[in-house]
């Protein structure tokens, strides 16, 4: 499941596309954090902090947070990896759950440099636990992009975090792991190979389809023209409505998209179920300390006549903090 394509010379802004591709719907609404939050590791408390950044994000079911930006415009988003091997706990390690890890990232850290020297140092440790709809482990892996440019992926083999961090590394699909990833793409014409640009939905011709078509986009004349050419790649890089798959859930219909604009702090959300583009500004949440968490109804939104539509900054309401699924 899922596509993440960086855009770093976006007419002088920073974008970050990413599909969010799943074999059902994933009950995805949108939330804004403020700063000052206490959280936990979901495993007992042995980690726990106060949120230093506010943060505008996507969930899944209300559980876990999936995708998302914090307002010092660092973005972070997880995808599918089947390879993942988290290992067996070390209680010498620091870990988090799964469901909350992208989320440490975004209340602790401004920069993918800061985010990536914490997890190397300190050798993270990530707890898998189970879908709530399928019953199936969580195996992710985390891509980070930042107002800078900058970008890592980091992927959990063998039990330890592998990290690979370089502003090169614009697009990331899921398996096999990264390392293979690059491998294979420097076999496609165009991207330091002879093969022809695959047409496939397999990960690896996402993968190859989003790097070819990201290096070919014009300079946009301005941030609505940045957005649409985005996500026209996006969009070639999508996987279309399907019969689902139990077993290959990597080839699961796209069910969403989002467009992050690290630059000014932009939010834009697109479900493939309905007709309406919606967007949220950062600048206009209020994500002080004391501030209560805010949440936009996505998953009961019709689309239709009275739906959300265009800018839904003023939309979100007051709701209770999201209770993070804890791990297994």
């Known amino acids: 499941m899922c596509t993440r394509a960086l855009w770093a010379d976006a007419g002088g802004a920073v974008l970050a596309g990413r599909n969010m591709d799943w074999m059902e719907e994933m009950g995805t609404n949108l939330w804004a954090f403020p700063r000052g939050m206490a959280r936990d590791d979901g495993l007992g408390k042995t980690l726990t902090w106060t949120s230093a950044y506010g943060?505008?994000?996507?969930?899944?079911?209300?559980?876990?947070?999936?995708?998302?930006?914090n307002e010092a415009g660092l973005a972070a988003h997880q995808l599918f990896l089947p390879e993942s091997d988290y290992g067996e706990r070390d209680e010498s390690r620091p870990a988090l759950s799964v469901a909350v890890w992208m989320q440490?990232?975004?209340?602790?850290?401004?920069?993918?440099?800061?985010?990536?020297?914490?997890?190397?140092?300190?050798?993270l440790q990530v707890v898998t636990q189970s879908d709530p709809s399928s019953g199936k482990s969580v195996t992710l892996h985390m891509a980070l992009d930042d107002r800078s440019g900058d970008s890592a992926i980091v992927e959990y083999l063998d039990g330890t975090p592998q990290v690979h961090h370089d502003r090169a590394y614009t697009?990331?699909?899921?398996?096999?792991?990264?390392?293979?990833?690059?491998?294979?793409?420097?076999?496609?014409?165009?991207?330091?190979?002879?093969?022809?640009?695959?047409?496939?939905?397999?990960?690896s011709d996402r993968f190859a389809r989003a790097a070819y078509y990201l290096t070919r986009l014009p300079q946009p004349g301005d941030t609505t023209e940045a957005v649409a050419s985005l996500l026209s790649v996006m969009r070639n890089a999508a996987q279309p409505f399907r019969v689902a798959d139990p077993d290959k859930p990597y080839a699961s219909q796209t069910i969403w998209r989002t467009l992050t604009d690290l630059?000014?702090?932009?939010?834009?959300?697109?479900?493939?179920?309905?007709?309406?583009?919606?967007?949220?500004?950062?600048?206009?949440?209020?994500?002080?300390?004391?501030?209560?968490?805010?949440?936009l109804d996505l998953a009961n939104d019709t689309g239709l006549e009275g739906g959300l539509v265009g800018d839904v900054t003023d939309r979100f309401t007051e709701a209770p903090p999201m209770h993070f699924l804890p791990a297994r």
């Open 104 to 123: 440490y990232v975004l209340d602790n850290f401004a920069t993918v440099a800061e985010a990536v020297e914490w997890i190397e140092s300190s050798q």
């Open 171 to 203: 697009v990331v699909t899921n398996s096999p792991p990264f390392e293979e990833q690059l491998a294979r793409l420097r076999t496609i014409e165009g991207l330091g190979g002879s093969e022809p640009l695959p047409g496939g939905t397999d990960p």
């Open 263 to 295: 630059s000014n702090g932009i939010y834009v959300y697109e479900s493939t179920t309905r007709p309406n583009i919606v967007w949220a500004r950062m600048s206009g949440l209020d994500l002080s300390e004391g501030a209560p968490a805010l949440k």
């Open 55 to 69: 943060s505008l994000v996507a969930g899944a079911h209300d559980l876990m947070t999936v995708d998302g930006i």
